[in-house]
Nanobody
Framework: QVRLVESGGGLAQPGGSLRLSCAAS????????MGWYRQAPGKAREFIAA????????YYADSGKGRFTISRDNAKKTVYLQMNSLKPEDTAAYYC?????????????????WGPGTQVTVSS
């Protein structure tokens, strides 16, 4: 069964850090680029970051540049999102997905399997 499962969300204070993980199963993880998105209540799903299949390239939305770092461990079939200097506006459900179509990394239509999400809340 093709599956992605996010973990690592929770409550963080402004300025704090969280590390999200996304574990893959049921497909050959290493041949797909992977991405992270988020969705806050009442808002559209938003691209956060993506990483190429061999880790040679990473892409970030302006909202996370300089604060978020995406990485992957193909041996563990896991992609990570390190989030530092968190802000209240980072509060959202965070999702990972595998990119199966060529095209822009920020385009959600190029991704196929999505995880159920993990909630991140940034509040004092």
């Amino acid at each position: 069964q093709v599956r992605l499962v996010e973990s690592g969300g929770g409550l963080a204070q402004p300025g704090g850090s969280l590390r999200l993980s996304c574990a893959a199963s049921g497909f050959i993880f290493s041949i797909y680029a992977m991405g992270w998105y988020r969705q806050a209540p009442g808002k559209a799903r938003e691209f956060i970051a993506a990483i190429s299949r061999s880790r040679e390239s990473a892409y970030y939305a302006d909202s996370g540049k300089g604060r978020f770092t995406i990485s992957r461990d193909n041996a563990k079939k896991t992609v990570y999102l390190q989030m530092n200097s968190l802000k209240p506006e980072d509060t959202a459900a965070y999702y990972c997905a595998n990119k199966i179509y060529a095209g822009e990394y920020w385009n959600a239509g190029n991704y196929h399997v999505w995880g159920p999400g993990t909630q991140v809340t940034v509040s004092s």
